[in-house]
């Protein structure tokens, strides 16, 4: 440990790319997040402008896209960043805020999902009892719990990582400051860490999967139950776009930190999976699969086009008003 130096900054290496083709990739990027935040925010605005969309399952889903804003805005804007600059340096600090805010935001939407989940349940298997079980008190609590449980895990979390010393090599495989990442590169032994993230993970993987497990098992035998076809499939379209987000999120996290961290290229896609493409995806599956949230936002947009075209016609007539006049005091 004498020997070693104690470093206060990190190298993120990022996607292995030349000049030519990181420049490339900050345009993809760029478009990409620009996009992620157009897209939730105009379904955060959608579902608090129209009245038909103040329902339990709306609800979840103006929440799920502000979380997808912030988990993808926690690693983008760095990324992008280290995309134009010869110096792609954080400090350790930096790189702990950033792996808290990480991983709040990854296990607040986990446990989102499963919440989402039981509401489709109680949804569909109990449509007739759908609004006494799911009350807004019921759904405060859901939504806080999931923020609490995402804060307690990632604060526990990168307390600990605070106990570690990291010196000798400095270089992140990484594009972001992930806790599997930071592991390797620690001089004093990790496998508390490791355990206690091990230990979260699965935890919070016991707390949702069971219930979103439960929740489609009895959503499927409910579906199949039903006589007609039509209705099978307007059964099917209320949950298959939350399905969906469950299968890319869940697959793709589970698979980042159940397994050992390697810096590959893949282990890298797989981070983009579920940190920046879920939350690119997450408003365009809702929104296209979804006729009300689509008839919610064509009457926006005419209102917005109404209220313009109005705007237009007033500064006209204004106009005209006023040239008017002009003409009239030129002929006095």
């Known amino acids: 440990m004498s020997n070693l130096t104690i470093f206060t900054e990190f190298i993120l290496l990022g996607l292995p790319a030349d000049p030519h083709t990181q420049a490339l990739l900050f345009v993809l990027f760029l478009v990409m997040y620009l996009l992620t935040l157009l897209g939730n925010l105009v ?26 804003m912030c988990f993808s805005s926690v690693t983008m804007p760095k990324m992008l960043h280290n995309f134009l600059s010869q110096e792609k340096s954080i400090s350790v600090w930096g790189c702990i805020t950033q792996s808290f805010f990480f991983l709040l935001s990854g296990c607040s939407e986990a446990s989102l999902l499963s919440a989402m989940a039981y509401d489709r349940y109680a949804a569909i298997c109990h449509p007739l009892l759908y609004t006494v079980v ?20 990632s604060l526990v979390n990168n307390l600990f990582i605070c106990k570690l010393h990291f010196c000798g090599s400095n270089i992140i495989s990484h594009f972001s400051c992930e806790l599997p990442s ?25 707390l949702t999967l069971p219930l979103i ?45 159940i397994s050992p961290p390697s810096g590959s290229l893949f282990e890298q896609v797989v981070s983009i999976q579920y940190s920046v493409i879920t939350s690119l995806l997450n408003p365009l599956i809702y929104s296209l699969k979804n006729q009300e949230v689509k008839m919610a936002l064509q009457k926006m947009l005419k209102q917005k086009m109404f209220s313009s075209a109005k705007g237009i016609s007033l500064w006209y007539s204004v106009r005209e008003w006023g040239e008017g ?7 006095f």
């Open 325 to 331: 006049i002009f003409r009239n005091r030129n002929t």
């Open 134 to 153: 799911m009350n807004r008190p019921l759904c405060t609590v859901m939504v806080s719990t999931s923020w609490l449980v995402g804060f307690l895990n």
């Open 213 to 257: 497990l439960f929740s489609y098992s009895r959503i499927i035998s409910a579906i199949l139950s039903i006589s007609s076809s039509r209705g099978q499939g307007k059964a099917f379209s209320t949950c298959s776009s939350h399905l969906i987000v469950v299968l890319l999120f869940y697959g793709t996290a589970l698979f980042r930190y």
């Open 182 to 206: 930071l592991f390797p590169l620690s001089c004093t032994d990790p496998i508390a860490n490791k355990l206690l993230l091990s230990g979260s993970s699965a935890f919070l993987g016991l």
């Open 43 to 68: 379904m955060i605005l959608v579902i608090r402008v129209d009245s038909h969309l103040h329902t339990p399952m709306y609800f979840f889903l103006g929440h799920l896209s502000f979380l997808d």
